[in-house]
């Protein structure tokens, strides 16, 4: 089956420093997605990827839909306390019947 | 409601017995997505639904799971004989179906003794 890879695996910064983090895959995804995951509740969706190319912002949260469709990164700029967690990358391929592919997640850890 | 919605939250079941996991979905969402989450793992596709209807059961981990939707709304999924391999949390998703985005609930945790 498909595979994501994710990395870092985890991360350990100073707050106001700015994060980035990447998924790449052996094969193509029409969408990427990156969700946020803290203790004990279900993923937030942050961006959603639609067009091989794409850069999209969220506030502090830029993520881009790589040119091959096999890659995506997400980057957090000037992180603050509330952005620790766990990050998700996820991907969607063949009209969405086969679900998302996750990748591992990346933990944000930020060090006061 | 505005968002997914599972119950119960927490399950602490005996080894051997079957447990019952409710989805909510978000109204309008057509397709209903089920995954597993292992501790610390990212999350494992279990199957999908468009309107009440599950076109690949092939991602269930074995055939003690099942699920149901009914009304093109709330869908169960049933595990019968749990075995402590089963632990995990288990999430539900709303989304429109194809390569859109899907929208998550919290989670049943499940606890397998």
């Known amino acids: 089956g498909q595979q994501l890879n994710q990395s870092p695996q985890s991360m350990f910064i100073q707050e106001g420093e700015d994060v980035s983090m990447n998924c790449t895959s052996s094969?193509?995804?029409?969408?990427w997605l990156w969700y946020k995951q803290d203790p004990g509740e279900g993923p937030v969706l942050l961006i959603a990827?639609?067009?091989?190319?794409e850069l999209t912002s969220n506030g502090r949260l830029t993520a881009q839909f790589g040119i091959t469709r096999k890659d995506s990164f997400l980057n957090i700029s000037a992180s603050i306390p509330s952005d620790v967690g766990i990050y998700f990358c996820?991907?969607?391929?063949?009209?969405?019947?086969?679900?998302?592919?996750f990748g591992k997640g990346t933990h944000l850890i930020i060090q006061p | 409601g505005a968002g997914v919605s599972q119950s119960p939250s927490n399950k602490v079941t005996e080894k051997g017995k079957d447990v019952e996991l409710r989805c909510d979905p978000i109204?309008?969402?057509?397709?209903l997505y089920w995954y597993r989450q292992s501790l610390g793992q990212g999350l494992e596709f279990l199957i999908y639904?468009?309107?009440?209807?599950?076109?690949?059961k092939s991602g269930l981990p074995s055939d003690r799971f099942s699920a149901e939707r009914t009304g093109g709304s709330v869908s169960t999924l049933t595990i019968q004989r749990t075995q402590q391999e089963d632990s995990a949390v288990y999430l539900c998703?709303?989304?429109?179906?194809?390569?859109?985005?899907?929208?998550f609930g919290p989670g049943t945790r499940l606890t397998v003794t």
């Open positions: 998703a709303a989304g429109w179906g194809g390569d859109y985005e899907q929208y």
């Open positions: 109204s309008g969402h057509t397709a």
């Open positions: 094969s193509i995804f029409n969408t």
């Open positions: 639904f468009q309107g009440n209807s599950a076109p690949d």
């Open positions: 996820a991907g969607s391929s063949g009209g969405g019947a086969d679900g998302l592919t």
């Open positions: 990827l639609y067009k091989a190319g």
